[in-house]
């Protein structure tokens, strides 16, 4: 019922209630979208530690489940604000903080997380700026029983390094990496038209069956074991529809060691088969391949132009003995896509 009438304030109070399980912040957050509920980016000026319902369709992400940050810190933040009003700046913020529990490490946190965005778009120059913020409060500090004596000083213009802001898919690893998941956007959708010359649907629809199955996502997790036979790894890789773990084996681990990397985007012919542990499906890589290698295995095309005196039957007899079956993977092919004009 209250999840039916209101979406927002349930599932901001069940992401609250699990603050330090990102694999649950991110279920929880899946679930958002489909409900209709939006998911707005965490605010040093608005968020408070839990997540916030702002209306039926709208909550504020929590400071709280920011990696490296934590109860003490964020009511600090929270205090600071409502006594004095919004932080005007980075360095206004750190004046105004208790730097020793509001650390470096805590103030990087929220930059990385996008905490910052609304007072410096720019993450990459406010991560830079960090010591040079906390320096300046410091000194602030030691200077305050002189500023008294003398009158308080006027506020100074402090100027952020000349620092290039990072790319998109830079910005989202550094997110990631202070959230545990990729909440503003996602890398994948950056490749998803050049993919969908060659792997036809999502994670989302993949089922059991005979024939090697084509498959992308960007690695957002990769654990390591060790068998008999050497190293495998069971690699989980995200399409931003839907997310599934992967069995790589130890010769394949030793060949492609430098594709399994977290935040890759890796393409993989694989196995998938029924999974009688779990009840879901089992997916065993046979290849791996990075973009540029899957695009020049199985995105070529053959294009064709014919005119109106051209016999489309008789080309289509040519074709039809070369056409790919779905048992012939393991050879190169391309499609063929023909244009005719009959003006």
Not at 182 to 193: D, E
Not at 216 to 235: D, P
Not at 268 to 286: K, L, P, Q, T, W
Request: a neutral charge; one cysteine or more; hydrophobic letters at 40%.
């Amino acid at each position: 019922y209250l999840k039916a009438h209101y979406p927002a304030a349930f599932l901001a109070a069940t992401m609250s209630a699990d603050m330090n399980n990102t694999d649950n912040i991110h279920s929880f957050f899946d679930d958002c979208a489909p409900n209709k509920v939006e998911v707005l980016p965490p605010d040093v000026n608005q968020s408070a530690y839990r997540f916030t319902p702002l209306n039926n369709s709208q909550m504020l992400y929590g400071l709280g489940a920011i990696k490296g940050t934590g109860l003490a810190a964020i009511e600090l933040i929270v205090g600071a604000r409502e006594a004095d009003g919004p932080f005007k700046d980075l360095f206004d913020f750190c004046n105004r903080l208790d730097l020793r529990k509001v650390n470096k490490r805590v103030i990087e946190s929220l930059i990385r997380a996008g905490a910052f965005d609304k007072l410096e778009p720019n993450r990459a120059a406010l991560l830079a700026a960090v010591g040079m913020a906390v320096t300046a409060a410091e000194q602030n500090s030691s200077n305050a029983g002189q500023n008294n004596l003398f009158g308080d000083v006027a506020d100074t213009k402090h100027d952020l390094p000349n620092v290039r802001a990072w790319s998109p898919e830079q910005a989202l690893i550094e997110e990631k990496a202070a959230l545990g998941f990729y909440l503003s956007g996602h890398p994948f959708l950056n490749a998803k038209q050049d993919i969908s010359q060659f792997v036809r649907g999502s994670l989302a629809d993949l089922t059991p069956q005979e024939q090697p199955k084509l498959m992308a996502g960007i690695v957002v997790g990769v654990r390591v074991r060790m068998t008999q036979r050497g190293k495998m790894a069971i690699v989980t890789i995200d399409d931003a529809i839907s997310r599934v773990d992967v069995v790589i084996g130890s010769e394949m681990m030793n060949q492609s060691a430098h594709l399994i990397k977290e935040d890759n985007l890796l393409v993989i012919e694989g196995r998938v088969s029924h999974d009688e542990f779990s009840g879901g499906i089992r997916v065993n890589a046979r290849k791996l391949y990075d973009l540029a290698a899957a695009r020049s295995q199985f995105a070529s095309m053959l294009k064709i132009s014919c005119n109106g005196q051209s016999d489309a039957a008789k080309l289509t007899a040519i074709l039809n003995p070369y056409k790919r079956k779905n048992t012939d993977i393991e050879k190169k092919w391309c499609p063929v896509k023909i244009e005719y004009h009959n003006a």
